[in-house]
């Protein structure tokens, strides 16, 4: 499995299938996700019983039934992903339309059992929901389920080879996002990031605008043809809540930390505006998308050197270390070591022969990181073209935590083999990075110096600041964008125009120069063209932070947030697996409880994390109109 796409649903992790549980237990067993199913509450009647019995054998069916159609799919994905062809693309779509066919038939086999939902016992009732949203329905018609396919994989295909051209022997030549994203963080020259912005958005969001145009109406038939409304309906409904509850609570969690993203926000511009001028970078309005250091200003940490409150403290950056003395497989091993002085398990030894650490030379393949349990049975592996670099060793971090995760429940049922919620997935790796200190790199021989002052404290503060603070409102907007064309609120002459009214709104960023209603910006981001739900990531932003502070708490640690390293201690290891280990058996509530003690996702462990570095900012900010 790797995280899932929503076309694929298959188990990789840059995506998690897209999202499991449910409401059961929270909404009473008759919650219904929009689902077009006959109401629940039906008296008994006699043959309770064997309906009973027959829906329990159904689930144990669907498992082995779902488990083969997601093997399949993704171990034909992985093949396509790792060497883009004619005839693996050809493979993965095959199977992948067969994997839809398949999940659309059991749910439409399950809808006989709503009537004794509340009789089943909690794990059969719970599989039955989860199959819901186990992928991407298909459509009635076989020929559209086929070309939803086809698309499907064309549009990942068309992200992971980049810009191609026809070289002289007629063969493609093509660079991929690697290329681009070096310039852009290396380069402070305006008009050079300006073509390196423009060339990656002109072709592979232009070439993904007619395929994304037609994804989205066999998309949505196929949701429909299961009971949903449309697609934005469908992944908004499985967070165990209803799905307008669900759109509330991520404008909740985005209004507790608007503030101190303004701050960040305020600070960078005027840094900005001093580097460039006003001409390129205004004193109140957006700044321009190409200047942050990364494709869709979603974080800004290349920018880090311009933004360093205090010169001369002590580095930051472990990215000289690891260019030295550092090799991928390494980087790796750094991480495996994390995790196992928690407590965890090594990484199997097919982990090592099985997994892309670099891109395979001669090949196309698609270099977004993704991590994955090929056959839902312990085959973990990742998928990365790593740099010796810090944003990289962070990432192999984020992409451990999800194969621990798929570790910590492969024996489950499939339908189980999944994060509490699909924010739980993203934020596991990511609540290790908070773990990599100053200290606790030091102690890895990757920094040879920590001061231990306020001024180190700001610094270090705003290095994560930068990778994690930019990179809210971006979480949040990809899918208030999806949800708005899925529903049909937006319509595709509309579709880049609202991209960039709701980066504007929520970023405080621009187009560098004007856009057409024929670009197609958001293409230019990988899951939108690889259709990978994206507020999984805005959760993980929150909920990996509230992870720590738990974790911290359980390693007995008791001093500022922003400090603690959870590195070998192994009672926050023991804290984590079981949690881990839950899968999406119960709903998220349950799983974040356990760990916790809350029952809803907040913001609150962030603003504290942070508060040395939001009083800095603040009295930098002070005198300035701030927003824009
Ligand atoms: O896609 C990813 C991971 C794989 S699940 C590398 N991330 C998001 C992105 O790159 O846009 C991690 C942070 C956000
Ligand atoms: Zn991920």
Same mark, same amino acid.
């Given at each position: 499995m790797k995280l899932i796409p929503l076309l694929l649903l298959? =188990? =990789? %992790?840059? !995506?998690?299938?897209?999202k499991p549980e449910t409401a059961a237990d929270r909404h009473g067993?008759?919650?219904?996700?929009? %689902?077009?199913? $006959? $109401? =629940?509450?039906?008296p008994a009647i006699n043959g309770d019983d064997a309906l009973i019995a027959e829906a329990k054998q159904f689930v144990a069916d669907t498992d082995k039934e779902i488990r083969r159609l997601y093997v399949d799919a993704s171990v034909t994905e992985w093949a396509n992903e790792t060497d883009i062809t004619k005839e693996h693309g050809e493979a993965a779509a095959k199977s992948s339309a067969e994997q839809s066919t398949g999940i659309t038939k059991a749910i439409k086999a399950a809808r006989k059992f709503d009537p004794i939902l509340a009789k089943l016992d909690p794990a059969t009732r719970r599989q039955l929901l989860l199959l819901k949203f186990s992928g991407q329905p298909a459509p009635d018609d076989a020929k559209q389920t086929e070309e939803l396919a086809k698309i499907g994989e064309e549009m990942t295909a068309t992200y992971g080879k980049g810009v191609c051209e026809t070289g002289k022997a007629g063969k493609e030549q093509c660079k991929d996002i690697e290329v681009w994203s070096k310039e852009l963080q290396k380069s402070r020259k305006p008009a050079a990031l300006l073509k390196t912005w423009q060339t990656w958005h002109d072709a592979v969001g232009r070439a993904e605008r007619p395929l994304f145009v037609r994804y989205v109406e066999l998309a949505n038939a196929g949701a429909r043809g299961v009971g949903f409304k449309d697609v934005a309906s469908m992944w908004k409904s !499985?967070?165990?809540?209803p799905e307008d509850a669900f759109a509330a609570e991520t404008d909740r969690l985005w209004s507790q930390v608007k503030p101190l993203y303004t701050q960040l926000h305020c600070y960078t511009r005027r840094t900005l505006n001093k580097m460039y001028g006003d001409k390129a970078v205004s004193k109140s309005g957006p700044i321009p998308?190409? @200047? @942050?250091?990364n494709m869709w200003a979603?974080?800004?940490? #290349?920018l880090y050197p311009e933004l360093e409150? #205090?010169?001369?403290?002590?580095?930051?950056?472990?990215t000289p270390t690891l260019e030295k003395s550092y090799d991928p497989a390494k980087m790796v091993k750094m991480g495996e070591a994390f995790y196992t002085s928690l407590g965890m398990d090594p990484l199997p030894q097919s982990f090592w022969e099985r997994s892309m650490l670099t891109k395979p030379a001669g090949k196309e393949a698609v270099c977004h990181a993704s991590a994955w349990d090929v056959t839902y049975s312990d085959d973990l592996r990742i998928k990365m073209c790593i740099n010796k670099n810090q944003e990289d060793l962070y990432t192999i971090h984020h992409e451990l935590g999800h194969d621990y995760y798929f570790h910590a429940y492969y024996k489950l049922p499939v339908l189980f083999?999944? !994060? %509490?919620?699909d924010g739980f997935h993203e934020a596991i790796g990511d609540t290790i990075q908070l773990s990599m200190t100053p200290e606790y790199l030091k102690q890895k021989g990757l920094l040879a110096t920590v001061a231990k002052n306020d001024k180190a404290t700001i610094n270090q503060q705003m290095h994560v600041a930068l990778a994690k603070i930019a990179f809210l409102p971006f979480g949040l907007l990809v899918d208030k964008w999806r949800w708005d064309v899925f529903s049909g609120a937006v319509k595709p002459d509309d579709y880049n125009k609202h991209w960039w009214d709701l980066k504007k709104e929520y970023q405080g960023v621009a187009a560098p120069i004007e856009r057409a209603a024929?670009?197609?910006?958001? !293409?230019?981001k990988f899951h939108v063209a690889s259709n990978t739900p994206y507020m999984r990531y805005f959760l993980a932003a929150v909920l990996q932070f509230q992870f720590h502070r738990a974790l911290c708490k359980k390693a007995g640690f008791t001093g500022p947030l922003n400090e603690c390293s959870i590195y070998g201690n192994k009672d926050a290891g023991a804290a984590f697996q079981k949690m881990l280990a839950l899968g999406a058996s119960k709903p998220w509530q349950d799983a974040l409880f356990e760990l916790t003690g809350q029952r809803e996702m907040d913001a609150s462990a962030i603003l504290e994390y942070f508060a040395p570095l939001e009083k800095w900012l603040e009295e930098q900010n002070k005198g300035q109109t701030c927003g824009w």
């Open positions: 298959a =188990a =990789a %992790a840059c !995506g998690g299938p897209e067993p008759d919650w219904q996700p929009q %689902a077009a199913s $006959p $109401p =629940a509450d039906k !499985g967070y165990d809540m998308s190409h @200047l @942050l250091g979603q974080s800004w940490d #290349y409150p #205090y010169k001369g403290v002590a580095p930051v950056d472990v083999q999944q !994060g %509490a919620n024929t670009d197609f910006d958001p !293409g230019a």
